[in-house]
């Protein structure tokens, strides 16, 4: 069966002090009363210490990018190797922050993609409409689009994967797609995992919904058949909202 997992995207927030403060916070209210995954991904500079601070925890550290070449010249670039040496299990691929103001091609993110893979990190890659493409009943057409970029990749590397859908018009706007809104994407990501690669790999991939959730509506998202847990921004930054998100289930 697949996972239920609950994931805190940092984005560019908090220094390395507030960074293991919130951690502590975190892992003192997580009660493990249920069987939810938790993943924080900070920014880079506290991967180090927050996989140390975690490391007797069930809770899992994630990196927010990675430079899809092993090493080399790009001044200022993350490998997916260093990232593994650190500890890191998880990372976030085609984050619509990425796309928009670094302009992330499908090319760049299908190698991002499998730099991850090729060290063990778990990719969560993220798709998910605008507001505009939404109005114009494209928003099926965006993330099919978007999904397109994996598709090249084996049944047996896509099985490794997570799916977060994040429609870009709920990300920190405060405005939530309704449970049914994600519900109907869900079954289409599913739906188009299943016609690619298999329906097993469709039924054992958790895909995520990311965009402005909180306490107060993450019960009635993660009580749709397609949603299996979250990608947590803004919320992800107190820890009784993000703990309360994990115990919504
Ligand atoms: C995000 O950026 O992944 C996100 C979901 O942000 P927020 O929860 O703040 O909308």
Known sequence: MRKNRVAGNWKMNKSLQEGEELTKNIIALNDNSNDVELIIIPPFVQLSSLVKLTQNTDIKIGSQNNHEAKSGAYTGEISASMLSALGVSYGLVGHSERRTYFNETNEQLLAKTKALLSEGIIPIFCCGEHLNERNSNQHFVTVENQLNALKELTAEDFAKLIIA??????????????????????????????????????????????????????????????????????????AEDFIGIKNSF
């Open 165 to 238: 859908y994040e429609p870009v018009w709920a990300i920190g706007t405060g405005e939530t797609a309704s449970a049914e809104q994600a519900q109907e994407m869900h079954a289409f990501i599913r739906k188009y995992i299943s016609s690619n690669f298999g329906k097993s790999i469709a039924d054992n991939c958790s895909v995520l919904y990311g965009g402005s959730c909180k306490p107060s509506n993450a019960k009635e998202l993660f009580a749709m058949p397609d949603v299996d847990g979250g990608l947590i921004g803004g919320a992800s930054l107190v």
